[in-house]
């Protein structure tokens, strides 16, 4: 054996027993504290019996746990993995259970409670004691992490990684560019923050389209198209169907879409890995994404990400104490908000704190793990999407107190992910990005008492919810209906249905923008077809002072901008006249023609209103951070590359829509010798990557 592997030998027995009698020892202070944990006999052992006893306790769970727990998690890989992340520790405490069974004359004991305590403190302890060990020198780190991705490299070639640098993307879902360069400024993000300071990287700001949202956005970024996505969700006439973007059959289906739409693979085609995201980007490897979690195999393609991560049980124990933490900080906020009365405020009971926990903590954990062993593996190009700050922007607000706390957990997370990549088999550039920015408001419903839906069944005289009624919009659009259809004001009108053979619109939200549509019309209404049918419903819905502007098609003037007073201005003439546009920015035209063009744009396309001075928008969904339409913060995101990048656009120009990302992010792999992103309509289906090596890097706990 030569001197460098018999170091290397000797390094990792010697972690391996300090792992081991630093687990010894936690298993005596465990027994000493824990009534019904113990490590003797009835009658009593001496100091050296009970220490024995201890070394092997913790010697056959550290056997266990590494030879066992694999295939524990493996058969649950179909279990949800909220549910997964609960079973954790029962499943940690039999491990224990058996691994007491196993010591000589029946000394260890406990009962099944108090196993699974002890059981999580020994391998959250563990593997504690094992990453300080690691990272005590960077040649141990090198090494640990190199160990990690063994079964991979070997799999591949023997030789060195390649010299051309490879690219990571990472999407911090949500985060606008203000709230960036604010979380930096304020110290929050020093990650950041010294990327910045050194000069290494550049900070952009771009445009979404008017669809605001991670479906078009990321759609775009990775597919180099998101033509024909108005929305979060709509309504298709021709398949009678509603596309969600975040559904997995309606993900694989936009996919699809994008690929014949462009003829192009994706971003990620040639040695690319997706991870957590909607779309694969043309990755052959993929876990965690949307758009393959529809189909069912041998494997579940959209958990087999899971498998990898949580086959270490000390990843599974801290995720799990992680998630647990996070649950308990949820309620605390959500509590003393109410205590509070703070403004605006929407509910967040139910399920949600689990909701948040996983969003925050597993997928998180999950993902950065995943990324990490793409690099350990060096693979060309990989785009990860990490939604953390989105998913708690929407309920606690974009600038909240909550939400800072979760932007300085992810930017715990680049530095892990920047430190690992000091030790990759190849260099790699690590770009920061996001799909859209978050605008704070309060909703519609809770200013004027009544949803969208409602707003819309009243405007075309259709029953609405009795607490609906009593509001002043309830009673204006109710008196609009009759006086349009010339009826005598008078409260026995009031279920008058004009049309009542006709099938009644269906009213879809996505964040401040509204979508209205008729399924029994084949094509997309005309201003003069909604009239006949319902003469008070635009009148009502332009004039209401939530609205800000409608997108409808005119069979006179071509499609036209409805705002309140009558304004009526076709889409030619917004340039000069901007109208109801004004307030939105001097892009806002440009992205309703684009929408315009869609073949699946709705009959009525509906914007909330939107407060210049204050950045605030009204969202027709539960929600007190929105996107989804034009206004505000939403609509900023931001491109942070290092700087031996290409400049994204020109100086004295703006990077717009997703599209125009797209192809950046491809000029930049270009730049790197990277992927040439061909399409190769043979190639097969993305595989699951359930066995990603670096799961089983510990990610530092951002969490509890």
Request: glycine letters at 10%.
């Given at each position: 054996?030569?001197?460098?592997?018999?170091?290397?030998?000797?390094?990792?027995?010697?972690?391996?027993?300090?792992?081991?009698?630093?687990?010894?020892?936690?298993?005596?202070?465990?027994?000493?504290?824990?009534?019904?944990?113990?490590?003797?006999?009835?009658?009593?052992?001496?100091?050296?019996?009970?220490?024995?006893?201890?070394?092997?306790?913790?010697?056959?769970?550290?056997?266990?746990?590494?030879?066992?727990?694999?295939?524990?998690?493996?058969?649950?890989?179909?279990?949800?993995?909220?549910?997964?992340?609960?079973?954790?520790?029962?499943?940690?405490?039999?491990?224990?259970?058996?691994?007491?069974?196993?010591?000589?004359?029946?000394?260890?004991?406990?009962?099944?409670?108090?196993?699974?305590?002890?059981?999580?403190?020994?391998?959250?302890?563990?593997?504690?004691?094992?990453?300080?060990?690691?990272?005590?020198?960077?040649?141990?780190?090198?090494?640990?992490?190199?160990?990690?991705?063994?079964?991979?490299?070997?799999?591949?070639?023997?030789?060195?990684?390649?010299?051309?640098?490879?690219?990571?993307?990472?999407?911090?879902?949500?985060?606008?560019?203000?709230?960036?360069?604010?979380?930096?400024?304020?110290?929050?993000?020093?990650?950041?923050?010294?990327?910045?300071?050194?000069?290494?990287?550049?900070?952009?700001?771009?445009?979404?389209?008017?669809?605001?949202?991670?479906?078009?956005?990321?759609?775009?970024?990775?597919?180099?198209?998101?033509?024909?996505?108005?929305?979060?969700?709509?309504?298709?006439?021709?398949?009678?169907?509603?596309?969600?973007?975040?559904?997995?059959?309606?993900?694989?289906?936009?996919?699809?879409?994008?690929?014949?739409?462009?003829?192009?693979?994706?971003?990620?085609?040639?040695?690319?890995?997706?991870?957590?995201?909607?779309?694969?980007?043309?990755?052959?490897?993929?876990?965690?994404?949307?758009?393959?979690?529809?189909?069912?195999?041998?494997?579940?393609?959209?958990?087999?990400?899971?498998?990898?991560?949580?086959?270490?049980?000390?990843?599974?124990?801290?995720?799990?104490?992680?998630?647990?933490?996070?649950?308990?900080?949820?309620?605390?906020?959500?509590?003393?908000?109410?205590?509070?009365?703070?403004?605006?405020?929407?509910?967040?009971?139910?399920?949600?704190?689990?909701?948040?926990?996983?969003?925050?903590?597993?997928?998180?954990?999950?993902?950065?793990?995943?990324?990490?062993?793409?690099?350990?593996?060096?693979?060309?190009?990989?785009?990860?999407?990490?939604?953390?700050?989105?998913?708690?922007?929407?309920?606690?607000?974009?600038?909240?107190?909550?939400?800072?706390?979760?932007?300085?957990?992810?930017?715990?997370?680049?530095?892990?992910?920047?430190?690992?990549?000091?030790?990759?088999?190849?260099?790699?550039?690590?770009?920061?990005?996001?799909?859209?920015?978050?605008?704070?408001?309060?909703?519609?419903?809770?200013?004027?008492?009544?949803?969208?839906?409602?707003?819309?069944?009243?405007?075309?005289?259709?029953?609405?919810?009795?607490?609906?009624?009593?509001?002043?919009?309830?009673?204006?659009?109710?008196?609009?209906?009759?006086?349009?259809?010339?009826?005598?004001?008078?409260?026995?009108?009031?279920?008058?249905?004009?049309?009542?053979?006709?099938?009644?619109?269906?009213?879809?939200?996505?964040?401040?923008?509204?979508?209205?549509?008729?399924?029994?019309?084949?094509?997309?209404?005309?201003?003069?077809?909604?009239?006949?049918?319902?003469?008070?419903?635009?009148?009502?819905?332009?004039?209401?002072?939530?609205?800000?502007?409608?997108?409808?098609?005119?069979?006179?003037?071509?499609?036209?901008?409805?705002?309140?007073?009558?304004?009526?201005?076709?889409?030619?003439?917004?340039?000069?006249?901007?109208?109801?546009?004004?307030?939105?920015?001097?892009?806002?035209?440009?992205?309703?023609?684009?929408?315009?063009?869609?073949?699946?744009?709705?009959?009525?396309?509906?914007?909330?209103?939107?407060?210049?001075?204050?950045?605030?928008?009204?969202?027709?969904?539960?929600?007190?951070?929105?996107?989804?339409?034009?206004?505000?913060?939403?609509?900023?995101?931001?491109?942070?590359?290092?700087?031996?990048?290409?400049?994204?656009?020109?100086?004295?120009?703006?990077?717009?829509?997703?599209?125009?990302?797209?192809?950046?992010?491809?000029?930049?792999?270009?730049?790197?010798?990277?992927?040439q992103v061909p399409l190769d309509k043979s190639r097969h289906e993305p595989a699951p990557d359930a066995s990603f090596t670096a799961a089983t890097v510990t990610p530092q706990d951002n969490s509890a």
């Amino acid at each position: 054996m030569g001197e460098g592997r018999w170091r290397r030998f000797a390094g990792t027995w010697w972690r391996s027993i300090a792992v081991w009698a630093v687990s010894t020892v936690t298993m005596l202070v465990l027994a000493g504290i824990l009534p019904d944990f113990q490590l003797q006999s009835d009658n009593g052992d001496s100091a050296t019996r009970i220490a024995v006893t201890a070394a092997l306790g913790a010697g056959a769970f550290g056997i266990l746990s590494a030879l066992v727990w694999p295939l524990l998690v493996r058969a649950l890989l179909l279990v949800p993995a909220l549910v997964l992340g609960l079973v954790v520790f029962f499943l940690n405490g039999g491990l224990l259970l058996f691994a007491l069974a196993l010591v000589p004359d029946g000394r260890g004991e406990a009962n099944p409670e108090t196993a699974v305590v002890v059981a999580a403190v020994m391998s959250a302890v563990a593997s504690a004691t094992g990453g300080a060990l690691a990272v005590r020198d960077d040649d141990a780190y090198r090494r640990r992490l190199y160990r990690l991705a063994d079964r991979r490299r070997r799999r591949g070639s023997a030789g060195a990684g390649p010299s051309t640098p490879g690219t990571v993307f990472l999407q911090l879902d949500g985060v606008g560019h203000d709230v960036l360069r604010d979380a930096v400024d304020q110290g929050v993000m020093p990650t950041v923050g010294a990327w910045l300071g050194a000069g290494t990287h550049r900070l952009t700001p771009w445009r979404t389209d008017w669809s605001s949202q991670t479906g078009a956005s990321q759609l775009g970024i990775l597919h180099g198209s998101n033509y024909d996505v108005p929305a979060f969700r709509w309504y298709e006439k021709d398949t009678r169907e509603i596309q969600v973007s975040n559904r997995p059959t309606s993900a694989a289906e936009l996919q699809r879409r994008a690929i014949e739409h462009t003829g192009d693979g994706g971003l990620l085609t040639l040695d690319g890995a997706s991870r957590g995201n909607l779309f694969s980007g043309g990755a052959e490897q993929v876990a965690l994404v949307l758009s393959v979690a529809a189909r069912r195999g041998k494997e579940n393609r959209s958990r087999a990400g899971y498998f990898a991560y949580f086959s270490d049980p000390a990843n599974a124990v801290r995720t799990a104490l992680s998630f647990v933490a996070e649950v308990g900080r949820e309620i605390g906020q959500s509590t003393r908000a109410r205590l509070t009365r703070q403004r605006p405020r929407v509910g967040r009971g139910g399920l949600y704190p689990f909701i948040r926990a996983f969003a925050t903590v597993v997928e998180r954990d999950v993902v950065v793990a995943a990324v990490i062993g793409d690099m350990l593996a060096g693979r060309s190009a990989v785009y990860a999407d990490l939604v953390a700050y989105d998913e708690v922007a929407h309920h606690s607000g974009p600038v909240s107190r909550d939400a800072e706390k979760v932007l300085a957990r992810l930017d715990r997370s680049l530095a892990l992910i920047a430190k690992v990549a000091e030790h990759a088999p190849r260099p790699y550039r690590i770009v920061v990005l996001s799909d859209h920015g978050q605008s704070p408001g309060e909703t519609f419903r809770a200013r004027y008492g009544l949803g969208l839906q409602d707003l819309v069944r009243a405007g075309c005289g259709l029953p609405v919810p009795r607490r609906a009624r009593r509001t002043h919009s309830g009673a204006e659009a109710r008196a609009a209906v009759r006086a349009a259809l010339r009826r005598p004001v008078e409260e026995g009108d009031e279920k008058h249905r004009p049309a009542s053979r006709r099938s009644e619109p269906i009213v879809l939200a996505s964040g401040n923008l509204g979508l209205v549509s008729f399924p029994d019309v084949p094509h997309r209404m005309s201003k003069e077809e909604i009239d006949a049918r319902h003469p008070a419903l635009l009148t009502t819905l332009a004039n209401h002072p939530g609205i800000g502007f409608l997108l409808v098609r005119s069979e006179e003037h071509g499609a036209v901008v409805l705002g309140a007073r009558g304004a009526e201005i076709p889409l030619a003439d917004l340039d000069e006249r901007p109208g109801p546009l004004a307030d939105f920015g001097a892009h806002a035209a440009d992205a309703v023609r684009r929408t315009d063009s869609f073949p699946h744009t709705a009959d009525i396309m509906v914007n909330s209103w939107y407060d210049s001075a204050e950045g605030e928008v009204l969202a027709f969904e539960e929600q007190i951070g929105s996107h989804g339409g034009l206004g505000g913060a939403q609509g900023h995101p931001f491109l942070l590359a290092p700087e031996v990048f290409s400049p994204p656009v020109a100086k004295g120009t703006e990077l717009v829509g997703a599209q125009q990302v797209h192809h950046v992010l491809r000029r930049w792999l270009r730049e790197g010798s990277g992927p040439q992103v061909p399409l190769d309509k043979s190639r097969h289906e993305p595989a699951p990557d359930a066995s990603f090596t670096a799961a089983t890097v510990t990610p530092q706990d951002n969490s509890a």
